[in-house]
């Protein structure tokens, strides 16, 4: 069964760090590109970065690059997102979800991990 | 980036009815285009992926299409269970866009 686990939300104030990982199980997962999308609370959804399968491509939006990074460790299944400077639209549920191919996105989702900007 | 325009942002309808849902791309995303279904409070669950192609373990009763850049998906005899957000994505370039999304109620 594919199971994708997040953790590391919280409450944190504007202008600080945090980082998120998510724990795989199930699937190869070196095989598959990962990535986190974001729902801010009664919104819709936000697709916030993607890394492919060995990690040495990278894609976000302008609403996060230069603040967040996106990696990977293959060895342990996990993803992980570094979230720099945290602003508060940064507020959201954040989400992992797997991907084998591009026309076939987003397959498997985990159950998100809430991350609360504010002082 | 590719702006995904969808519609109804909500709707109302009774149980065995037929119901379509639309996103329109402001540009060519060929069928690189799927649906997912959320659920209040749940994580979100790929219906359609390929524009047409039902993802493993979703009801018939669900099916996508594509009319030049418009895509529908479509509930052939809504099941209380359907109650729900949809949301479309488009995957053919970055940033990934969804559409604003779809607010299904059952009257």
């Known amino acids: 069964e594919v199971q994708l686990v997040e953790s590391g939300g919280g409450l944190v104030q504007p202008g600080r760090s945090l980082k998120l990982s998510c724990a795989a199980s199930g699937f190869t997962f070196s095989n598959y590109y990962m990535a986190w999308v974001r729902q801010a609370p009664k919104k819709g959804l936000e697709w916030v970065a993607t890394i492919s399968t060995s990690g040495s491509r990278t894609y976000y939006p302008d609403s996060v690059k230069g603040r967040f990074t996106i990696s990977r460790d293959n060895a342990k299944s996990s993803l992980y997102l570094q979230m720099n400077s945290l602003k508060s639209e940064d507020t959201a549920t954040y989400y992992c979800a797997s991907t084998i191919a591009a026309i076939t996105p987003f397959a498997y989702w985990g159950q998100g991990t809430l991350v609360t900007v504010s002082s | 980036d590719i702006q995904m325009t969808q519609s109804p942002s909500s709707m109302s309808a009774s149980l065995g009815d037929r119901v379509t849902i639309t996103c329109r791309a402001s540009?060519?995303?060929?069928?690189?285009l799927s649906w997912f279904q959320q659920k209040p409070g749940k994580s979100p669950r790929r219906m359609i992926y390929g524009a047409t192609n039902l993802a493993a373990g979703v009801p018939s009763r669900f099916s996508g299409s594509r009319s030049g850049s418009d895509y529908s998906l479509t509930i052939s005899s809504l099941e209380s269970e359907d109650m729900a957000i949809y949301y479309c994505?488009?995957?053919?370039?970055?940033?990934?866009?969804f559409g604003s999304g779809t607010k299904l109620e059952i009257k």
């Open positions: 540009q060519d995303i060929g069928n690189y």
């Open positions: 994505l488009q995957s053919i370039q970055y940033p990934f866009t």
